[in-house]
């Protein structure tokens, strides 16, 4: 109770422009439901295009004076922003409990995670260096520089409300860019904290403006940041139909993209594998965060070998760790869904697989908690043609498919059209080898199953995305290369 208390001393109502708390123009407003309780938490403003067109410009003239600061000026900001991250990380990872419904615990992890995005940033910003290229003629010298982009429109996810934000932000403000951001309508609160603790870190006004808004103003404010020839650059987390909207949407003032888009992770535990660490690695590929990842494992390949063993081992862990309930119970591992729109689909995908063979070895269906609670559950027989194997589940499902050589899981494994996450479990060194190189993905987890650092680099090949998140190439996403002659020497 005492945390939830003082994470409501960061909730707010207003959205953030040029470092004032406003309201939308038109005075509407809308509600942020806990879906765990269904409770209301508060309400924001729900802005349209108009309130996007004002960010926008707030946003460019800031951009003006941004540019200029030093590499150095905004390092220290974004450690700064980190340092106070970390000292309200309780509030921050309740706040995100109560409007998202992830464990606590997972939820300090997130905060924990993506602070680090800050801290990562605030290290990169220093190290953009350019090139000196040896000349081809006497007379001149040549050099390549990196500066800022420009304005940057954000397009943030419910999954991660604190994480995939500052992915985007941390980088953008390193590199010198100023920021729109339109956070996810289900979870607005975890996006208004930061920015209160922006502002207490010094972060200038208009560097970093959040506007919030529904669902429905969510397709006119995405056109706008697409189409609005004052931002240079759009970053997108969210589902690969949305994706392909925003990036057909770019093309008029052919915007820089980077998009993150769905996966449909394989999970390939060949008959070498030690099981029980295929079994725990699986765990938390699968079940983190209810199943609700882009990099989820979403179709679990295991060889007929050890087929059975593996399924038995798998069940008796699913019924004996897992324990569905309120995030901000201690003894939760798993939360509620989003919404009942993601209940909803789950439930369709079971229901599909078990009308055409699959078995529910456990779970299969709703959970008594609530309406947006869904049961641990585990599938076996499935076969790469049902539904369950083509769409992203987004939900608390292991669904189990056998198969008999590498060939064929290699074949399964890149039938699909997206290519963010694949992992694969074996023992034999050079299958290692061959397996990470064949697989069409942008990540590959061998042996493991926890992946994501912010030292590392995130994104998908295929219709998974464009460009490339965190790591040493995070920051390109913001930074335009210039080539520059100088003649007459
Ligand atoms: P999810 O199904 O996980 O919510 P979406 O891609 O639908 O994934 O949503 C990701 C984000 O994109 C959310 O913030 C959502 O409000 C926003 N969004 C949805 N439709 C559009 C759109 N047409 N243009 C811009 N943003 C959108």
Redesign the pocket.
Known sequence: LESVRTAVSLQHDKAYIDGKWVSAKSGNTFKVLNPSTGQVLGSVPDMDRSDVQQAIDVAYRTFQTWKNTTAKERSIVLKKWFDLCLQHKKELATLLTLEMGKPVSEAEGEIVYGSGFLEWFAEEAKRTYGDVIPQPTSNKRMLVLKQPVGVAGL?????FPNAMITRKVGAAVAAGCTVVL????DTPLSALALCELAEKAGLPPGVFNVVTSN?DN??P???ELCENSLVSKISFT??T??GK??LSQCASTVKRVSLELGGNAPFIVFDSADVDLAVSGLMSCKFRCSGQTCICANRVLVQAGIYDRFVEALAKVIKSQLKVGDGLSAATTQGPLINERAVEKVDGLVKDAVSKGASVVCGGSRDSLGANFYQPTLLSGVTSSMRIAQEEIFGPVASVIKFQTEEEALAVANSVTSGLAGYFYTSDIAQAWRVSEKLEYGLVGVNEGAISTVESTFGGWKESGIGREGGKYGINEYLEMKYVCYGGI
């Open positions: 397009i943030t996810p419910w999954n339109r956070p996810a309508e669902r969510a397709g404010i995405g056109k969210g589902s139909a949305v909207i925003l």
